[in-house]
C-alpha cells in the first residue's frame, strides 16, 4: 500500500470510530440463578454473594448478585453458525480490514461501564460503540491495528 492508498485507508478505518455496534437492548433472558450458577462452576468462582443465597441475604447486597465479568452473557447473540451475524459497524469495519488485507484478529480490547450490581430477575441493558482505533502497528505478527470497543451495561 503506498502513502496515499495508505492515508485513504485509514481515514475509512477512523471514520468508524463512534459508530454504534449495538443500540441499547435489552438482554433476552433476565438474570437468573442457574446461569449465574453455571458461571460461576465454569470459571471456578466459589465467592458466595453469587451463588449462596443464605449468606448473600446477611451481606450488604441483601441478595444474590451476578458477577460484573458475565454482563456480556446476558445479552449474547444465538450461536453465529445458526443464525449468521447480524451486521452492524463492527463486523462492517472488520471486513474493510480483511479487503485491505488484514485478515484475522489477534486480540481485540474491550472497555465496559457498570452502573450497578444485578442479581435475579433484574434485565440486563447494553449498547456497544466502536471507541478506539491505534495508529499502524509493527508486531511479532506483521503490521496491524487494533480497536477498542466501549459496552455500557
Not at 433476565?30 to 443465597?53: F, K, Q
Not at 451475524?85 to 486480540?107: C, I, N, W, Y
Not at 457498570?114 to 433484574?122: K, Q
Amino acid at each position: 500500500m503506498n502513502t496515499e492508498e495508505q492515508q485513504a485507508f485509514e481515514a475509512l478505518i477512523y471514520s468508524y470510530v463512534g459508530k454504534q455496534v449495538c443500540p441499547r437492548t435489552p438482554a433476552k433472558d433476565a438474570v437468573n440463578a442457574a446461569m449465574i450458577r453455571h458461571w460461576a462452576e465454569a470459571i471456578g468462582d466459589s465467592n458466595p454473594v453469587y451463588t449462596d443465597a443464605e449468606w448473600a441475604a446477611q451481606s450488604k447486597r441483601g441478595q444474590n448478585i451476578a458477577p460484573p465479568a458475565m454482563m456480556y452473557s446476558w445479552g449474547q447473540e444465538g450461536f453465529p453458525v445458526v443464525n449468521g451475524r447480524s451486521p452492524d459497524a463492527q463486523s462492517d469495519m472488520v471486513k474493510t480490514f480483511d479487503e485491505h488485507g488484514f485478515f484475522g484478529s489477534l486480540g481485540t480490547n474491550v472497555k465496559q461501564e457498570y452502573f450497578r450490581e444485578v442479581g435475579p430477575g433484574d434485565t440486563v441493558y447494553m449498547e456497544m460503540v466502536i471507541d478506539n482505533i491505534s495508529e499502524q502497528k509493527a508486531t511479532a505478527r506483521g503490521i496491524g491495528y487494533f480497536f477498542e470497543t466501549l459496552a455500557t451495561f
